[in-house]
């Protein structure tokens, strides 16, 4: 393991492959924990925990699980580390349990989870598959504050608790309800289509420049001899 | 003359024209029919200013000139041919005016506007593509916004100046009928807009003129207003929630969005149906749902939600209602 293929997983989770924004994956959670920054950013942690939990043990047992009931396995595992981080921030953050409430023992089918658990951990040594935990589970929570920090200005007029704007600011509520989450949703996943496109047009004009800058070389080079 | 399907042949002479079908075409373009739809609103809103104030009057203003204003900008941003001219945004704006209580604030008619035609309209690739109309649906988004301001309704004759907007607020006859009770306004007052509510819903008459000209232009059918009030009046005659079925019933047809909502915004081209039987059944479903949210719903009018709920079913009612093509025979059940 090199340092360059560490920074290319960090870089696969959470920009280039990301679970919520690329991959659409997880959108239960995404949409209902998002109304408060501090929400998303709780949800979003407790899920980077389990994630990372459950990839080390599904990657640690991948030998020893049988193929045919391997679903079944990663549920169970993911399950109890589930419920070892419901009951802790139960213990230890009371206020976000209350707010967060049935999300949290719904982690156990977020689809990110179980989607990391068969397509890498299954497949791949305990240290790649903890950074593949880690890096997943950051672009999980880069995905919410993203759209939690849109619906918490622009429906509460806060950022993280804070007011931003003074008492004159009326909110548009609707971006707290479910409709402003699917419409900010749609939103930030356009602009990042847009970008990744535009990325890939230039990733494609400058691959397309430099083999005809190749070929004019060979074209020279021939023409030399 | 100049037309691409126009060809000259050398053997023809030039005074004859060969060109495919359609030979008669008629006058009517968008701009034409749009203009008569902003005609027929016209009495409306003078009846709104009326009753409300000059506010109202620049509440609509607002809306109108920011729709346009939005409209070639959407359509200059993503490299459209700009249709300004074709008033299709001048129409929205002036629908959504009408939809709102003439004390809303003029930032809120601007967020409105731009709403309904950039999210609405615009995105979902402009006049002809959008699947909600854009002026419900930018309602709507405002009645989830801003709750208390949109609700926020001021007696009649209760005219404000331009800025003004310390407003006595009012209940509409709706509140009263969600509530089981017969509002203040008598039946008349209702039919002439003597009553609270937004700026272009008070006038049952005048909205009905409005639709009766269209009517007689041709620019919309019989089909959605007759079927969608016809099944609220029939439901609201059978089920009556207070008092004698008939006064019920005439409250429940008079009030709130309704005539606005199936003259003007169910008959929207673009959103509903293109079939006679597909526009009867539109107006059916509209009718059945207004009923149901008004009787059961959290909100005292049920008009937008019914229409755009049923905007959205609009490509299934087509393909259930296509016509047979002249001559094919119909096709046997079974077997």
């Known amino acids: 393991m090199t340092f360059k293929s560490i920074a290319k997983q960090f870089k696969d989770g959470i920009i280039d492959n990301n679970p919520v924004l690329i991959q659409l994956l997880g959108m239960c959670p995404t949409l209902a924990t998002t109304t408060s920054v501090s929400n998303a950013i709780g949800m979003g942690l407790a899920a980077t925990a389990v994630l990372i939990c459950s990839n080390v043990l599904i990657s640690l047992l991948r030998k020893f699980i049988p193929k045919q009931v391997r679903i079944a396995a990663f549920i169970v595992i993911i399950s109890g580390f589930v419920t070892a981080v419901e009951l802790l921030i139960k213990a230890f953050f009371f206020e976000l349990y209350g707010s967060l409430g049935l999300f949290i023992p719904l982690i156990v089918v977020n689809c990110i989870i179980l989607a990391r658990a068969e397509a890498f951990a299954s497949k791949n040594p305990v240290l790649p598959s903890a950074i593949d935990g880690l890096s997943m589970g950051l672009g999980f929570t880069f995905a919410l504050v993203l759209i939690a920090t849109v619906r918490e200005i622009l429906g509460n007029g806060t950022f993280l608790g804070f007011s931003l704007f003074g008492e004159n600011y009326s909110p548009a509520i609707i971006f707290i309800l479910p409709a402003g989450a699917f419409l900010t949703l749609g939103f930030i996943v356009a602009a990042v289509q847009a970008l990744k496109n535009r990325a890939d047009d230039k990733n494609n004009a400058r691959a397309a420049a430099e083999e005809i800058l190749a070929h004019e070389a060979e074209k020279t080079k021939e023409q030399d001899k | ?335």
Request: hydrophobic content about 50%.
């Open chain 2, 1 to 335: 003359m100049n037309d691409k399907n126009t060809t000259v042949s050398p053997a023809i002479p030039d005074m004859l024209t060969v060109a495919h079908a359609p030979h008669v075409r008629h006058k009517d373009s968008t701009t034409r029919i749009m203009l008569d739809v902003v005609i027929a609103l016209i009495p409306t809103l003078a009846w709104g200013t009326c009753v409300f104030g000059l506010r109202a009057f620049l509440v609509c203003l607002v809306c109108c000139v920011s729709c346009v204003g939005f409209e070639a900008l959407a359509q200059w941003l993503m490299h459209r041919p700009i249709t300004v001219l074709d008033l299709s945004a001048l129409v929205t704006g002036l629908l959504l005016g009408l939809n709102l209580p003439s004390t809303a604030p003029w930032w809120m008619a601007v967020v409105g506007s731009a709403f309904a035609i950039v999210v609405v309209k615009q995105i979902f690739g402009g006049l002809g593509h959008n699947v909600f109309n854009p002026a419900l649906a930018a309602r709507v988004f405002l009645c989830l916004a801003w709750p208390a301001q949109m609700t926020f309704y001021t007696a009649p004759y209760d005219r404000l100046a331009f800025s003004a907007v310390d407003a006595v607020a009012s209940a509409t006859p709706l509140a009263s009928l969600k509530h089981a009770a017969f509002p203040e306004a008598s039946l008349v007052d209702m039919l002439l807009g003597r009553c609270g509510g937004t700026i272009g819903e008070v006038s049952a008459l005048l909205l009905l003129v409005g639709g009766i000209y269209l009517l007689i232009r041709k620019v919309i059918t019989w089909h959605i207003p007759v079927s969608f009030i016809g099944t609220v009046a029939v439901l609201t005659f059978i089920f009556p929630q207070t008092g004698g079925r008939l006064d019920f019933m005439l409250y429940e047809i008079l009030a709130g969005g309704l005539m606005i909502g199936a003259f003007f915004m169910a008959t929207d081209y673009v959103t509903s149906p293109v079939t006679s039987r597909g526009r009867l059944l539109f107006g059916f479903g509209c009718g059945a749902l207004v009923v149901f949210i008004r009787y059961f719903g959290g909100y005292p009018e049920g008009v937008s939600f019914a229409i755009l709920i049923m905007n959205s079913l609009v490509w299934y009612i087509e393909r259930v209602t296509r016509p047979r093509v002249f001559g094919e025979v119909k096709k046997k059940h079974g077997k």
